[in-house]
């Protein structure tokens, strides 16, 4: 372990609800698999430096084995989001260039809400692998009543994440990055917005806020000119290097919610530069 090891404290404040608006949701958000030829984008390292979807298509990236890459889409009231992931063919064989892929969804609160891995042996593959797309339900205030615990991470707008993993290969092995393209889907119309006790408009984290709008956190962008990516850093896998998010700490307090995330990590080295 380094003698230092950076970490991100995340602090939302979400008032009292004076009317919550529409019941939970446990209905996931159907999936339709986009027609077009793929919009060009480069990860992020962290959650932080998410790359930005610009809702429902297909999205083509490169990844290679030890690296661990974030996207994230804004939801709205009453919106949820679908996708699945394919993992292209890399032309390698044998048992050395085997690795493990991943894919995870993650709420604003930047808990894990669902997701799924298997191997990958340099031929095409899919995540998830026994259903037609990870989903979310709309997203609801009256989710956090939910009797499915995953739904009851589903009550917040604002940012959820999708991260992406391809494993090491063992030592021997070709290390060629892996093409992949990510299908999304985000859909349903905006609902009732709760009414809460008090404005909230930097959002619960802050995110709608023009300090947070233009701290330029080094986050690839899709260009709205020619579709090309802008590189960023990301975190390889590596026994010394880590990704983390703790376990959500709330408090309660005359009905004023606080929510707290501590997520930890540092990069050993630069992708794509």
């Known amino acids: 372990m380094p003698e230092r090891l950076p970490i991100e404290v995340l602090v939302g404040i979400e008032p009292a609800v ?90 604003p609160t930047r808990e894990e809400i669902v997701g799924d891995f298997t191997s990958y042996t340099g031929t095409d593959n899919v995540l998830p692998s026994n259903e037609p797309a990870l989903a979310t339900a709309p997203i609801r205030y009256d989710n956090r009543n939910s009797d499915e615990l995953d739904i009851r991470k589903e009550a917040l707008t604002g940012w959820y994440y999708i991260a992406v993993k391809v494993g090491s290969t063992r030592e021997g092995g070709e290390n060629r990055p892996v093409p992949i393209r990510l299908d999304l889907t985000v859909s349903g119309n905006t609902e009732q917005v709760p009414s809460y006790s008090a404005p909230m408009a930097d959002g619960i984290f802050g995110e709608n806020s023009v300090a947070n709008a233009s701290s330029g956190d080094g986050r690839a962008k899709v260009d709205g000119n020619d579709g090309e990516a802008t590189a960023s850093d990301t975190t390889a896998e590596d026994p010394a290097t880590t990704i983390g998010v703790s376990p959500i700490g709330i408090a309660v307090a005359a009905g004023v919610v606080v929510l707290v995330a501590v997520a930890s990590g540092f990069a050993v080295r630069a992708r794509r530069k």
Do not use: K
């Open 18 to 107: 004076i009317d919550p608006g529409p019941s939970s949701s446990a209905s996931p958000i159907a999936f339709v698999e986009p027609d077009d030829a793929g919009t060009a984008v480069v990860g992020g390292g962290s959650f932080n430096a998410a790359t930005e979807l610009g809702g429902s298509g297909r999205y083509t990236d490169t990844v290679r084995p030890g690296e661990f890459v974030f996207y994230r889409v804004p939801l709205d009231w009453g919106q949820g989001l679908a996708y699945r992931v394919h993992f292209d063919a890399n032309g390698t064989r044998g048992v050395e260039n085997v690795s493990n892929i991943t894919t995870t969804l993650y709420a």
